[in-house]
Structure formats: C-alpha cells, structure tokens
C-alpha cells in the first residue's frame, strides 16, 4: 500500500498514472525511431515521400526528444536540495503529505500552474482524497489526470 500511496504528488495528481513517469511515451517513441532506423526509412521518406516528408529531419528530432520523456523519480523521491516545484517546497516546508491538507489548496495560486494542461483534475483529486483519505482514494478513487477525463 505504501508504494502506491507515494506516486500520489504533492499536488494531487497520481505519478502511477502518468505516461512520463510509466515511460510508455518515450518506449513507443525510441521503439520508432529505432524501427526507423532499421528499415533506413529516411530514404523512403526522402524519395517515395518527398512532399509528404519533406521535414522528416524535424520530426526525427521531436521523436528523439520524445523518447527522453520519463521522469526519473518522482516529486517525493527528489531530495529537498533539489527541489524546483513551488508546490513541492510547499508542502514539504508546512509538513503535508500533500495538499489537500492545506486549507487553501482550492483558490492556491502554486496549484493553478498546473491547470492549462491539467485543467481543475489536481483540485478535484485532492478534494476526493480530503473526503476519502488517500489510502481509499488510491485504491478505489477516480483519479483524474486531464481536464476532459471526467
């Protein structure tokens, strides 16, 4: 139960269910390229494909950024020294598992950094595990990564 309870980040999103922190994004983009690589399709991009592919330079370069996209540790495996989220010195510095904790989380300016890519799914999730508690939350929660996962 432990381990799950740690891929809860500080913020309210659950790191288990991230394709940065499975790798899923950056397997499946160096399983491209290298298949690429070996069937030398930067020759049937440069002369079946000319038009079409015109960029394909471009996109090989996207692809091998893509596959560097895994997360190392997650936000609580990070030493304190190391810390560059706002939200995670947050927390760390008021004593919080996380921040449903806190009284505030719901109008915190640190916890709106997130929602042009997370929409409210951070709040929603901390306000479930405020009700739940994180182990119930963790084991039978929804737990909501994108704005549109409802």
Same mark, same amino acid.
């Given at each position: ?11 309210? +999103? $659950? ?5 940065? $922190? ?9 399983? +491209?390229?290298?298949?690429?690589? @070996? ?14 592919l015109r960029d394909?330079?471009?996109?090989c370069k996207m ?12 936000? @609580?495996?990070? /030493?304190?020294?190391?810390? =560059? ?6 927390? @760390?510095?008021? *004593? ?22 997370? *929409?409210?799914?951070?709040?929603? /999730? ?15 929660? =929804? @737990?909501?990564?994108?704005?549109d996962d409802e």
């Amino acid at each position: 139960m432990k381990e799950k309870k740690d891929l809860l980040a500080y913020c309210g +999103l $659950y790191c288990g269910d991230c394709a940065g $922190y499975s790798g899923k994004i950056a397997d499946a983009a160096r399983t +491209l390229k290298e298949t690429a690589e @070996r069937c030398k399709f930067h020759q049937t991009a440069k002369h079946l494909f000319p038009e079409k592919l015109r960029d394909y330079s471009k996109l090989c370069k996207m692809i091998d950024f893509m596959s560097q996209l895994k997360c190392p540790k997650t936000c @609580r495996q990070i /030493n304190e020294s190391e810390v =560059k989220c706002e939200i995670s010195k947050c927390c @760390r510095e008021k *004593g919080f598992f996380a921040c449903h904790e806190c009284s505030i989380f719901e109008t915190c300016d640190k916890l709106k950094s997130l929602s042009g890519l997370h *929409g409210d799914s951070h709040i929603k /999730n901390l306000r479930a595990i405020h009700e739940m508690g994180i182990d119930d939350w963790v084991l039978k929660g =929804k @737990r909501l990564w994108f704005a549109d996962d409802e």
